[in-house]
């Protein structure tokens, strides 16, 4: 199963540091400093100490100063002190850069404290009308999984069935790369109280779905994924979750479950079992399915599978025209992903020119607009370096202010 950017930058670091861009331990006087200052071997230092990583360069830093010029100097002063004194030109784009960064938050918290308060209250028509002005604070927030996540918990309070069905569903077939795209986890990072308030939370979903505790274990599991057991490891382990290969198998012979479960389902048998295995279970999974039911969160299956048959595949190209030409930065991600897939990239330039591109010319238009977007800025500067994109100035957008 590919890991887009599962860490962060600590991606980012090993990559780096594994192509051999930095100068070696006993490398010493004029040729680490000149090692030092070639611009790759800058642009790896700049991540490393971007990344929280001062100690690994500063003593060369020191030793090589003068070789550095003054836009690599500027950023491994930022690196050390965000706030440090900088030139006026270098200050006018960090202004410009924060602002764009400013733009984008909007009060997670808030809504999220304010939807658990009146979770807590009891039933009156002061407390449907705060779900209701709930409902409505869901439009200020930008991130798709944590509105969809505080969405999911006040179609619960509702008691509207056909509501949590459609959440749900959301949450159990959305792909690992929708993290990449939240705001940085600032519900976790910024909330001390996070724990508490997720236990809370899973303990109603769990009581709601009392007489189907299969569907509550498959949202448990896929919370820990997504999170990649970073934060939620200790949440998991208050409830008894596990899904054997043997379960898995199980779960995927249930009709229901392969017909709007199958992204869960082949997210948990491909890592676990033969390809072929995990393959065939798609296959035979689109073979049978409703088209009326495919939704454009669960394309990321595409990376692995394209369906046979004109009809379906008519329906999957026309969809993914859609989301290539919508605002949503996540999926045009998923149809970029897609693309991979000649046959797919073939039939979108069938539908039209802007997919007869070059796909490496696609990529980096796509991770240049989503980086100047001040969203998801470490997975674009990665995938920028994997296109050969060594741009120092990309790199001021990890300066955090």
């Known amino acids: 199963m590919y890991d887009p950017l599962s860490s962060g930058s600590i991606y980012i670091r090993s990559n780096i540091v594994d192509q051999g861009f930095l100068p070696q331990a006993g490398e010493v006087g004029d040729i680490s400093c000149l090692k030092f200052s070639h611009p790759t071997t800058i642009y790896a230092s700049m991540i490393l100490l971007l990344s929280n990583k001062f100690e690994v360069i500063n003593p060369l830093l020191k030793k ?7 836009k690599s100097r500027t950023l491994l002063t930022l690196s050390e002190n965000p706030n440090a004194k900088v030139s006026k030109e270098f200050e006018r784009k960090i202004d410009s850069i924060q602002k764009v960064k400013k733009s984008l938050k909007t009060d997670i918290i808030q809504i999220f404290k304010k939807s658990l308060k009146t979770f807590e209250m009891e039933k009156s028509i002061d407390k449907e009308t705060n779900i209701r002005k709930i409902a409505q604070d869901l ?8 509105k969809n996540f505080i969405e999911l918990n006040i179609a619960v309070e509702s ?3 056909a509501w949590v069905r459609r959440i749900f569903r959301f949450f159990i077939n959305v792909g690992p790369e929708i993290i990449l795209f939240d705001e940085e986890n600032s519900l976790i990072k910024s909330n001390p109280t996070w724990k508490n308030d997720f236990l809370k939370i899973f303990k109603r979903l769990e009581n709601y779905f009392e007489e189907d505790e299969e569907k509550f274990d498959m949202f448990i599991s896929q919370m820990n994924f997504l999170f990649s057991g970073q934060y939620f490891n200790e949440i998991k382990n208050q409830f008894n979750v596990n899904f054997s290969l043997t379960d898995l198998r199980e779960v995927s012979k249930k009709t229901y479950s392969s017909q709007f479960f199958y992204p869960w389902i082949f997210n ?3 890592p676990r079992t033969s390809d072929i295995e995990a393959l065939n279970f798609l296959e035979k999974t689109f073979k049978n399915i409703d088209m009326n039911e495919l939704r454009f969160h669960q394309y990321w299956v595409l990376y ?22 919508s605002q949503n930065f996540y999926y045009k991600y998923l149809v970029i992903r897609a693309m991979e897939d000649q046959v ?5 330039s069938k539908k039209s020119s802007v997919f007869k591109k070059p796909l490496f010319k696609m990529k980096r238009d796509f991770y240049q607009e989503l980086l100047l977007s001040g ?8 995938n920028l370096i994997l296109l050969g994109d060594l741009n120092l100035d990309n790199l001021f957008w990890m300066i955090n202010r």
Do not use: H
Request: glycine share 4%; charged share 30%; net charge positive.
């Open 64 to 70: 090589c100063e003068r070789k550095v010029d003054l």
């Open 139 to 146: 439009s200020k927030i930008k991130s798709i999984f944590w």
């Open 159 to 161: 008691g509207n069935s």
């Open 268 to 270: 948990r048998l491909y």
């Open 304 to 325: 692995y599978y394209f369906p046979k048959g004109d009809e379906i595949r008519e329906k999957i190209i026309n969809d993914l025209t859609k989301m290539w030409n």
């Open 344 to 348: 797919i990239k073939e039939n979108l």
């Open 375 to 382: 969203k998801s800025t470490q997975l674009a500067i990665y």
